[in-house]
């Protein structure tokens, strides 16, 4: 009712179908890159090269080896330090300052989307397009809200506006109230 587009990109899909996973996992969740991947060469290569073509990204070496981690098990949402600690983790002779770079040429082309949190740092999303997310602030964990509440939201646009898109982030503590197990092991950052 919004015009609110789902999955704007479009090509994830695509791409899901050369992962050798035997089932996705739930949206929910961040997968973590798997270090057995061939980001180098193969169907994975192939299929990122064209996806970056058709964002009319030329397929260098550095864009093809991120984009082969961000495009590798369905929606993702990293961190520039995340990012590089999995590039690090693979071995692409990556710096820093390129995965940045890099990040920031795909936001441009509209490849990932980029969501900013107050008092936490920039998320690189890949999916696109106008959609919900929870931010669990003691593991800062940005997730897909399974739900787009965005459509229950009966927002009215000023006069002379439409509306193109609803971002919601709802941010999370743990509940102390019930289950309370401390859970101070390792936060992402
Ligand atoms: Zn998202």
Redesign the pocket.
């Known amino acids: 009712m919004f015009g609110v587009t789902e999955n704007a990109g479009g090509t994830n899909v695509e791409m899901q179908g050369v992962v050798h996973q035997k089932s996705k996992p739930p949206a929910s969740r961040r997968p973590a890159a798997r270090p057995a991947f061939d980001w180098q060469g193969g169907a994975l290569a192939r299929l990122v090269r064209e996806k970056l073509r058709s964002f009319d990204l030329r397929p260098t070496r550095q864009r093809v080896s991120l984009a082969s981690l961000l495009f590798v098990a369905g929606?993702r949402?990293v961190t520039v330090d995340q990012l590089f600690d999995e590039a690090k983790a693979l071995r692409m002779p990556l710096s820093r300052a390129t995965v940045y770079n890099t990040l920031h040429q795909f936001v441009a082309a509209g490849l990932v989307r980029e969501i900013a949190l107050y008092g936490s740092k920039v998320w690189y999303?890949t999916?696109t397009g106008s959609?919900c997310?929870f931010y669990d602030e003691a593991r800062a964990d940005l997730f897909?809200m399974p739900e787009d509440v965005a459509k229950q939201l009966a927002i009215v646009p000023p006069k002379g506006k439409r509306i193109v898109g609803v971002d919601v982030i709802v941010r999370l503590v743990d509940d102390a109230s019930e289950n309370a197990t401390e859970t101070g092991d390792d936060p992402r950052q």
Do not use: L, S, T, V
Request: aromatic share 0%.
């Open positions: 929606d949402h999303d999916k959609h997310h897909d």
